[in-house]
């Protein structure tokens, strides 16, 4: 791994360790970025905001990390991965680098990191790894797979803030705690940040699966009952339940267009925009 080293936080603090290596580029996997007191001139620093959770996203991250290294390995420079010990986030990054680089599997470039470094990745990071190499190292917005991980990584975000997105998209889940306006505020804007990134991942991956797959196979269309307008695609079905009279009942991830609110809560349903009913 020439002109990229993996480790813990505390040589970042040491300008003798960042100059004797001649690190360009630190690449923090942290809950914060490193402070501006402990940064040294010369150096960029790139934060990735990330916690050491199984359900923690990481496998967003991947691509914009591989492009982060192969530029600055371009210039000849060197880059130093980090997060506390440099066993688990950090690891990760730095294993899905080589997988890219090479068209490795997660198990070779494990075993290449440890020739250098023993890594000890959490099972959620192992499975975001694996199912990277089963997407041919990239982000494919078009895998279910990838967009179920998504979406499971959104409720850990939203229940570890004391919310529960559950699977009605509810925007604005009422927590015992929150006793004050304020309080409310404070977590419906947290929420509306975690749903508006999710978007924009989601987004982000079916513009690059765009550049490899078909866009339009996204399964069968479900229209309106009334108006036959485009509602969503069997892509969108995270799981269905056929009742007593054949009926079913379908369960989609969020979706942006649809979220639909009434009385300053969301109502779980679609709203066809074409009329004034809820399907």
């Not at 130093?80 to 990054?93: L, N, P, Q, V």
């Not at 198990?107 to 790894?129: D, T």
């Not at 494919?140 to 179920?148: A, I, M, T």
């Not at 006793?179 to 509306?192: I, L, N, Q, W």
């Amino acid at each position: 791994m020439n002109r990229l080293y993996l480790g813990s936080d505390s040589p970042v603090k040491d300008v003798n360790v960042m100059t004797t290596l001649e690190i360009s580029l630190v690449i923090s996997v942290t809950e914060e970025p490193v402070p501006e007191e402990s940064r040294w001139p010369n150096i960029s620093y790139q934060h990735i905001e990330a916690g050491d959770f199984p359900d923690e996203d990481l496998i967003s991250h991947f691509d914009h990390c591989y492009r982060l290294i192969a530029k600055a390995h371009e210039k000849d420079e060197t880059v130093y991965i980090h997060c506390r010990s440099g066993t688990s986030r950090s690891a990760t990054i730095v294993m899905a680098f080589l997988m890219k680089k090479h068209c490795i599997s997660y198990l070779n470039s494990r075993k290449r990191v440890e020739k250098k470094r023993k890594v000890f990745p959490n099972e959620g990071f192992v499975h975001q790894l694996e199912l990277y190499e089963r997407m041919n190292f990239f982000a494919n917005g078009y895998n279910q797979e990838y967009r179920r991980f998504l979406l499971k990584s959104l409720t850990y975000k939203l229940r570890s803030n004391g919310l529960s997105l559950g699977l009605t998209n509810n925007l604005q889940s009422k927590s015992p705690k929150a006793t004050s306006r304020a309080e409310r505020d404070m977590k419906f804007h947290y929420e509306y940040n975690c749903l508006k990134n999710y978007f924009k991942k989601i987004v982000a991956a079916e513009q690059t699966g765009d550049q490899f797959y078909d866009s339009t196979d996204t399964g069968p269309v479900y229209t309106c009952y009334y108006c036959n307008h485009e509602l969503f695609n069997q892509i969108n079905i995270i799981t269905e339940k056929v009742s007593d009279y054949s009926c079913r009942d379908l369960f989609i991830e969020p979706l942006q267009t649809y979220c639909t609110q009434s009385d300053d809560e969301t109502s779980g349903y679609l709203k066809c925009p074409n009329w004034n009913v809820s399907h």
